[in-house]
């Protein structure tokens, strides 16, 4: 398992003078070690919990939430706070010297101690690097000149754009800027002969709320940028740790939060296969992330359930098709279902009545028959597939749309209701026809949250039928379900659409 973070330190509980170690003079030394998925652990070399807590592991060694433990690192100047904690380690009751172990859900780190007073509220700013996403930008802006000789001495010209793309949200602002190393910022080194010299540029996704906010929302919000930016890109890459800037006296703190996030992205990012690039939204970036915000939050399932198929690919054929048909069925019942108020609903309702009232009150019969029809008005998932899709902004072949909900519906009737392949089907047939069920809708849902979100007709059209991910993954995928996407002249217009529902 990689680390991204193995240091010893020495280590005491944070703000708790009645404590075994209850300050920097009294701590313990330790290990601290946060793996590539966040998960924090800390080995003490002594007792940093008294000689009889948390050590019964017939009970449970869950810490309270008011247990923190802060430390400072052998790397000049750094320090953790740690929270979240558990007890891990097998105690024995001897004499001989006790070694205690903790897990931590949380792990903040900064440059400079840990006020007595500190609190996860008064964050100014969220910010991310943007490391491995930066084809998808394609904001590089480093020039080199020609060489240029005068006596003897050679000068070549180096220019660069600083860039700081900022979008206003309800919220906040959300902003992409740029930060280039490598000139001499204070003339020190100007007269100072060097070896070599590197110019380099980082990109950062910056958050700026109208008002100070807890750790918790800013996490929350990191998530929603990283579920955006996989939509987007159509690779669920995991984002840098976030920064967040505390604010505090006389200088705001910058600290980096680690936390259990799982698994980094097992799929390299391929700049050839990108959804949407960023050059064709750029000036609907904060939008669209708006559109995303509002369609999770009024969706739900809908939403996370196909992120979490990017997320986390499915070994199994059939979990990955039932996921989506999942997702599909769910933002149907949030976004297209009828009210009861229908005329269709109100109909079939009055259809049941009447036949349970063909039978006797009271009869057996009624009643088991009254449980059976109860939900008798509701759409079948062939109607939901095929209403949820109609909403895309382009058409298919005749019938095409039509035969291919019914596929789905009875694909996912025979994974639930029949446990696998029917009476007759051999299984690598049945898993091979899953399987192209599955990357069908996969493109097509994707596309779908991207049109409910916001992203332009035209745009689309070109990821579906013109771009590189079109040829060589969204068409053969569609093609061999029998969909083919009819030619469509969408308006050429780069704004955020209106999104329906919510």
């Known amino acids: 398992m990689a680390k991204i973070l193995e240091q010893r330190g020495f280590f005491w509980w944070f703000d708790r ?60 100047g750094e320090y953790v706070l740690l929270e979240g904690l ?46 491995g996403l930066e084809d998808w930008l394609e904001l590089d802006s480093i020039l080199v000149g020609d060489e240029h000789t005068r006596d003897a001495e050679v000068q070549v010209q180096v220019s660069y754009r600083e860039h700081r793309l900022s979008y206003p949200t309800p919220v906040g602002t959300i902003s992409i800027e740029s930060i280039t190393t490598g000139a001499d910022l204070f003339g020190y080194f100007s007269t100072h002969p060097r070896r070599d010299i590197h110019f380099k540029q980082t990109y950062y996704l910056v958050f700026r709320p109208e008002t100070p906010r807890t750790l918790s929302a800013l996490r929350d919000t990191y998530t929603r940028l990283e579920e955006f930016i996989a939509l987007l890109t159509g690779f669920y890459e995991r984002l840098s740790w976030p920064i967040l800037i505390h604010k505090e006296e006389p200088f705001d703190s910058w600290e980096t939060v680690h936390f259990y996030r799982g698994s980094p992205s097992a799929q390299s990012i391929n700049r050839h296969f990108f959804w949407v690039p960023f050059a064709r939204i750029s000036e609907v970036f904060g939008a669209l992330f708006r559109g995303w915000q509002i369609g999770s939050d009024a969706f739900g ?5 196909y992120v979490s198929s990017l997320r986390n690919p499915h070994i199994y054929s059939e979990h990955r098709f039932a996921n989506l048909v999942w997702s599909v069925e769910a933002l149907h019942r949030k976004w297209l279902s009828e009210p009861e108020t229908s005329d269709r609903v109100v109909k079939e309702k009055e259809r049941v009545e009447r036949i349970l009232n063909s039978l006797p009150e009271g009869n057996e019969d009624r009643k088991w028959l009254g449980k059976k029809l109860r939900y008798a008005h ?43 392949p029917r009476e007759g089907t051999d299984y690598a047939s049945f898993y091979e026809e899953t399987n192209q069920l599955a990357e069908a809708l996969d493109h097509l849902f994707h596309a779908l949250l991207l049109h409910q979100i916001g992203v332009a007709p035209k745009v689309l059209s070109e990821t579906m039928t013109t771009s590189w991910v079109s040829e060589m993954r969204i068409k053969p995928a569609l093609f061999a379900v029998g969909l083919e996407i009819q030619t469509a002249t969408p308006l050429d217009d780069t704004r955020p659409q209106t999104q329906k529902g919510g």
């Open 378 to 420: 509701e759409l079948p998932l062939e109607a939901r597939i095929l209403k949820c899709f109609r909403e895309l902004p382009f058409t298919f072949g005749k019938s095409q749309l039509e035969k291919f909900a019914k596929a789905c519906a009875d694909r996912r009737n025979d994974i639930s209701h029949q446990g696998g």
């Open 86 to 131: 558990e007890r891990t380690d097998l105690a024995l009751a001897d004499e001989s010297p006790q070694q205690q172990t903790f897990t931590a859900e949380l792990c903040i780190r900064r440059d400079s101690p840990f006020p007595n007073n500190y609190s996860q509220e008064e964050f100014l700013e969220l910010r991310v690097e943007m490391t």
């Open 17 to 76: 003078p009645d404590g075994p170690a209850h300050s920097k003079e009294t701590s313990v030394p330790a290990l601290l070690t946060v793996s590539d998925e966040g998960q924090i652990t800390l080995d003490a070399d002594g007792s940093l919990c008294g000689n009889d807590e948390y050590r019964d592991w017939t009970k449970p060694r869950l810490l309270p939430a008011t247990r923190k433990i802060v430390g400072q690192l052998a790397s000049p």
């Open 301 to 305: 399932a809908g939403y996370y359930l």
